[in-house]
């Protein structure tokens, strides 16, 4: 399937995101762990989230979902699950199979994650390694690196273990394999990285505390909360790139999550004089939200590396997009974990920008662009990777003739509304 996308005469219109996708992982998974029962609306339609609800019910848990909602209501398992008769299939999700592996870590039982043949090529050994540390039987293929994982788990004490990097999932994967070890578990971390997890925690009745860089968890019991999920960062930074670099355009996008962990793309943007309105911003289950509103501007090139990094990651394709029209060149580096994701996101973003004459050069952590503020129609590939197929999407907005994009359907494992939403907003 190929879709086919020309750019409108004008981008305008109101939309809601997709629920935060990593909000909805840890709000699943955290409930599930809990004592008591949860009433969870707005998650993600994704098919990484359905990756994880799949899990949950092999393991035990009582998941409830309201036909044609994105709502659902979830029975706590106390702490204890049931061994699963069946391979746990992690499908396409990262954040599924990692976050899993620390939770099956802290119990007595055997179990096997898996995925599809992208997740099966990305690295494990840096949660496989504190895990085993804590007390886990971890094997992997591939020296211990690559899924699928056999985790026999139960018995865990803490540890002190300095981060690799700067993850979420590793980090979150960690804390919750702490909450069933004996004595508190010790992360130095690198830099910041989203903080959904330590959150949700003190919401739930969990402390975990902040020294510095250094996080702090003490073995505890969960309490279910209802949460409603805010909209997806990630996902709304297509639209706000779509709508800037149009020249009519004017975007609203309601109720979307601004934690300070996700919002570098809003810094980064601003930085490159993007005019974005941040407005009628609140607190909602103790994480910020606002509506975001984006208009037609125009943009300077800028340097993007150090701490920024992190919290931008997923974000780093579009935001290329954007550089192709700004003023001057802009320069990624230290991202070379952009090659560990669904595809090896600095190849394959310059492949497929360079197809459509952005003045794009890869870098072994990065890329650089020349902004020419013009792309030319022609043929891509998502190459199976979401990320990909939305921000080719994007492109087609804004090209002087038409795109056709090879496997658009990946943009349903965080965005299955994506194909029309972006019809929605197109007006002739």
């Known amino acids: 399937m190929a879709q086919q996308i020309r750019s409108p005469r004008t981008l305008e219109g109101v939309i809601t995101v997709p629920g935060d996708k990593s909000i909805s992982h840890r709000a699943l998974i955290f409930n599930a762990m809990a004592t008591g029962k949860a009433h969870l609306s707005g998650l993600s ?149 989203r903080d959904h997890t330590e959150r949700m925690f003190e919401s739930m009745g969990v402390s975990v505390r902040q020294e510095g860089m250094d996080l702090i968890v003490c073995p505890g019991n969960l309490h279910a909360v ?93 935001l290329a997009l954007a550089a192709s029209f700004a003023k001057g060149i802009t320069i990624v580096k230290g991202a070379q974990e952009l090659r560990k994701k669904e595809s090896d996101r600095i190849t394959t973003t310059v492949k497929q920008l360079s197809r459509l004459g952005v003045l794009i050069e890869e870098r072994n952590d990065g890329f650089m662009i020349k902004g020419s503020g013009k792309l030319s129609g022609g043929q891509v590939s998502s190459g199976g990777d979401h990320r990909l197929a939305m921000c080719l999407g994007i492109a087609g907005l804004l090209s002087s003739d038409q795109i056709t994009i090879e496997g658009d359907d990946a943009a349903v494992v965080s965005y299955p509304e994506f194909w029309e939403h972006l019809a929605v907003l197109s007006k002739d």
């Open 45 to 193: 339609t994704g098919s990484d989230v359905r990756s994880t609800i799949r899990c949950l019910r092999l393991l035990g848990t009582n998941i409830e979902t309201i036909p044609g909602t994105n709502r659902v209501f979830i029975e706590g398992r106390k702490g204890c699950f049931d061994e699963s008769r069946d391979i746990l299939d992690c499908g396409n999700s990262g954040t599924t199979m990692r976050l899993m592996a620390g939770l099956v870590a802290g119990q007595p039982i055997l179990s096997v994650l898996t995925g599809d043949e992208s997740l099966r090529s990305r690295p494990m050994r840096r949660i496989a390694k504190p895990l085993e540390e804590m007390g886990a039987t971890v094997i992997a293929s591939n020296d211990g690196n690559l899924p699928p994982l056999v985790i026999k788990g139960g018995c865990l004490h803490g540890i002190e273990y300095t981060l690799p990097i700067a993850s979420a999932q590793v980090k979150s994967s960690i804390l919750l394999a702490g909450l069933k070890a004996e004595g508190p578990t010790v992360l130095h971390q690198p830099a910041l990285s």
């Open 226 to 318: 209802d949460i409603t999920i805010p909209g997806d960062i990630s996902s709304a930074a297509f639209w706000l790139v779509g709508a800037i670099c149009h020249p009519n355009a004017e975007i609203r996008l309601n109720n979307v999550g601004v934690n300070p962990g996700r919002t570098g793309i809003l810094e980064i943007l601003e930085r490159m004089g993007a005019n974005i309105l941040v407005t009628n911003e609140r607190c909602e289950g103790g994480e910020p939200v606002a509506d975001l509103i984006a208009r037609s501007g125009s943009l300077d090139g800028v340097e993007i590396d150090g701490d920024l990094i992190p919290r931008v990651l997923d974000e780093l394709p579009i």
